[in-house]
């Protein structure tokens, strides 16, 4: 029986199978750690507080896929597969999907629209991958699973 990441991987698909890195994986999380850490600094902008916290949410996420063996064209789709990489449910990958959508909005059309409760619920989205992503870096001294 197939995975649902593997259903989604091949020629042409949105994901690619690839080897999982440890250092790749532990660099992720390290970048994770430092921009949540930063992301709670409550003297920083909200907009940088934003940032921070979406761009560690992203970290985690990419860690968790590359922990799978994939990587992904879509920068999105770390997010949306969550509940395959992490066993996270839709109350963590539609903030992060939503946050995708305002980050975009963002970057691309100079509209940066957030306020405390979107960065909150990104916080607490974030904290909630983090605490996965702490317990795959306890297995086996972060050695991710080979394929």
Not at 34 to 57: C, G, P, Q, T, V
Not at 118 to 128: E, F, H, K, R, W
Request: charge should be neutral.
């Amino acid at each position: 029986m197939t995975s649902p990441l593997e259903n989604l991987s091949g020629p042409g698909k949105a994901l690619k199978a690839e080897p999982p890195d440890a250092r790749e994986f532990d660099g992720l999380k390290r970048s994770g750690h430092a921009r949540m850490k930063d992301a709670l600094n409550l003297a920083l902008s909200i907009e940088s507080r934003f940032d921070l916290a979406y761009n560690a949410a992203h970290a985690f996420c990419l860690a968790a896929l590359r922990w799978n063996g994939y990587r992904s064209t879509n920068r999105y789709l770390v997010f949306q597969l969550l509940p395959h990489t992490l066993g996270l449910g839709p109350e963590v990958w539609r903030v992060l999907s939503k946050c995708h959508d305002i980050r975009n909005l963002g970057e691309y059309e100079g509209d940066l629209n957030v306020d405390e409760r979107i960065v909150t619920d990104l916080v607490a989205a974030c904290q909630a991958v983090a605490g996965k992503i702490d317990v795959l870096a306890s297995l086996s001294d972060s050695a991710p699973p080979r394929r």
